[in-house]
T-cell receptor
């Protein structure tokens, strides 16, 4: 398995432009998470999906951010319009959660390599 | 609201030393605690996961302990090597929640 695949690895854009980050989770995994990492705030959960359904998007900073998971093998995180303060590394992670896992808490997240976003 | 703190923020030691990284959390009602490693410019790699019912987990030269009542976990690295240089992050999953809350990490440098 190639692991969690994210694209692009690096993106530099100008303020006001639309940014779309993509993620392909590990095949068979049914939970997907989007995290953002900055020096100031560390790793923050933005949103996560179970079985393609958004469960908790309370970490999404503003309406400028949106995420979709149209099928089990693909998710996008979109920022429109982008601002300089959105500059960060965005990580996607996936895991497999069974009913037992949900009760016991047994789960191991596998992270992608991240997408480094710079908004000028 | 769960908060996770890691001390120290950075640590530099000579090769061969045994060392301990610390993690503390404010809410002891947790499902599990995970230690991750992050290399510069890379994603996170899960090292150890400790369930709330466990006291410790071991993997090779790594040993992680958990004391839920005091809200603490430690990651012990034996016989450190330059290849251990990375940022180590602690993450907690609280009961009733599916998300992990991360600490800020400890940046470890092992000097040859």
């Amino acid at each position: 398995d190639a692991g969690v695949i994210q694209s692009p690895r690096h993106e530099v854009t100008e303020m006001g432009q639309e940014v779309t980050l993509r993620c392909k989770p590990i095949s068979g995994h049914n939970s997907l998470f989007w995290y953002r990492q900055t020096m100031m705030r560390g790793l923050e959960l933005l949103i996560y999906f179970n079985n393609n359904v958004p469960i908790d998007d309370s970490g999404m900073p503003e309406d400028r951010f949106s995420a979709k998971m149209p099928n089990a093998s693909f998710s996008t995180l979109k920022i429109q319009p982008s601002e300089p303060r959105d500059s960060a590394v965005y990580f996607c992670a996936s895991s497999f959660r069974s009913a037992v896992d949900l009760r016991s808490g047994a789960n191991v997240l596998t992270f992608g390599a991240g997408s480094r976003l710079t908004v000028l | 609201k769960q908060e996770v703190t890691q001390i120290p923020a950075a640590l530099s030691v000579p090769e061969g030393e045994n060392l301990v990284l610390n993690c503390s959390f404010t809410d002891s009602a947790i499902y599990n605690l995970q230690w991750f490693r992050q290399d510069p410019g890379k994603g996170l790699t899960s090292l150890l996961l400790i369930q709330s019912s466990q006291r410790e987990q071991t993997s090779g030269r790594l040993n992680a302990s958990l004391d839920k009542s005091s809200g603490r976990s430690t990651l012990y690295i034996a016989a450190s090597q330059p290849g251990d240089s990375a940022t180590y992050l602690c993450a907690v999953r609280s009961q009733g929640a599916q998300k992990l809350v991360f600490g800020q990490g400890t940046r470890l440098t092992i000097n040859p």
